[in-house]
T-cell receptor
Framework: DAGITQSPRHKVTETGTPVTLRCHQTENHRYMYWYRQDPGHGLRLIHYSYGVKDTDKGEVSDGYSVSRSKTEDFLLTLESATSSQTSVYFC?????????????FGPGTRLTVL | AQSVSQHNHHVILSEAASLELGCNYSYGGTVNLFWYVQYPGQHLQLLLKYFSGDPLVKGIKGFEAEFIKSKFSFNLRKPSVQWSDTAEYFCAVKNSGGYQKVTFGTGTKLQVIP
């Protein structure tokens, strides 16, 4: 398995509180992604990064922000969590120059917003 | 914009039955295609991928998929399923240019009955 860890793995929080999820990789891959997985919706891209300090929005970016200050870390922040953000969040990485752009996924973070 | 449709949301099969899961995509250019599998409680893992060449792609665990360009399809097949194939399967598409965005289908849950 690719060296991707996510923390925390489980979190329960209350509406209105800020939450930060961390994705850490040891593969030195350039691209990193945050997805959310919800029943009936599959995986939807929240934000992605194509290098240190280079990020862009995905299809469901409202209410989320990201930061990437180091190649190995990609943080996802919910500024003020809402119940609609209850989901399973997956981080993924890819490297265009190798393995033909395959994405590798982390173990996921289950977030519950009460 | 690219999109992916998986028409079968839930499939139930008996062991040894043959499997075919449908995947259709919409994108006008050259694409890379993927099938991922997610076993219960786990992260997504790559089953197989198509980039170019032979449209019949063989993956792990006896799975294969056929790219039919004229039909914009990339259906997943397995001649004889096992109980251990119980999982959710996701089709995904990426334009083959430099942009790394991958679009996922909504997934098909496969339940194999012993």
């Amino acid at each position: 398995d690719a060296g991707i860890t996510q923390s925390p793995r489980h979190k329960v929080t209350e509406t209105g509180t800020p939450v930060t999820l961390r994705c850490h990789q040891t593969e030195n891959h350039r691209y990193m992604y945050w997805y959310r997985q919800d029943p009936g919706h599959g995986l939807r891209l929240i934000h992605y990064s194509y290098g240190v300090k280079d990020t862009d929005k995905g299809e469901v970016s409202d209410g989320y922000s990201v930061s990437r200050s180091k190649t190995e870390d990609f943080l996802l922040t919910l500024e003020s969590a809402t119940s609609s953000q209850t989901s399973v969040y997956f981080c993924a990485i890819s490297e265009p120059s190798g393995r033909q752009n395959e994405q590798f996924f982390g173990p996921g973070t289950r977030l519950t917003v009460l | 914009a690219q999109s992916v449709s998986q028409h079968n949301h839930h499939v139930i099969l008996s062991e040894a039955a043959s499997l075919e899961l449908g995947c259709n995509y919409s994108y006008g250019g050259t694409v890379n295609l993927f099938w991922y599998v997610q076993y219960p409680g786990q992260h997504l893992q790559l089953l197989l991928k198509y980039f170019s060449g032979d449209p019949l792609v063989k993956g792990i665990k006896g799975f294969e998929a056929e790219f039919i360009k004229s039909k914009f399809s990339f259906n997943l097949r397995k001649p004889s399923v096992q109980w251990s194939d119980t999982a959710e399967y996701f089709c995904a598409v990426k334009n083959s240019g430099g942009y790394q965005k991958v679009t996922f289908g909504t997934g098909t849950k496969l339940q194999v009955i012993p």
